[in-house]
């Protein structure tokens, strides 16, 4: 495999973020209004205290991943933890490491921030995704719950 890079994202990334997020949202089987995608690729770039961030993965030049991450606070530490909301790589690289690199630039900008954790969530039905989690993360006994 070429070598891949793992950038911060930028302006002239929206269009390329835009399709690799709306392939990772089609995986959820979920669709959001044009007004969500543009305010949170805005608040990616804004590098606002409390706003998300993104890593772009790139192969020869080419999208091909993706990582939402923010740091907050902790009631149960005095620092920051780091909570990685969205992971995505297109299909065609998969268990190819690109997925393990985002989430290790992931755990560098969290190690830079002074994150004392760096946490996330994903389907019990994403098989492909926990096979590369069991491997770099620690499965917790914890169980999310929504408003009904």
């Not at 995986?27 to 205290?49: H, M, N």
């Amino acid at each position: 495999m070429s070598d891949f890079v793992i950038r911060p994202m930028v302006h002239d990334d929206e269009a390329n973020w835009r399709g690799l997020w709306r392939a990772y949202l089609a995986y959820y089987e979920t669709e959001l209004p044009d007004e969500v995608y543009t305010s949170t690729f805005s608040r990616i770039l804004s590098g606002a205290p409390g706003e998300y961030r993104g890593l772009l993965a790139e192969l020869d030049g080419r999208p091909v991943g993706l990582a939402h991450y923010l740091f907050h606070r902790t009631c149960w530490s005095l620092q920051d933890t780091c909570y990685l909301q969205d992971l995505f790589t297109d299909p065609d690289v998969r268990g190819k490491g690109v997925g393990q690199a985002l989430i290790e630039s992931v755990y560098a900008a969290a190690d830079a921030h002074g994150a004392g954790s760096v946490y996330w969530m994903t389907q019990d039905f994403n098989q492909t995704a926990r096979r590369l989690y069991d491997r770099i993360g620690v499965k917790t006994p914890f169980i999310e719950y929504n408003r009904a």
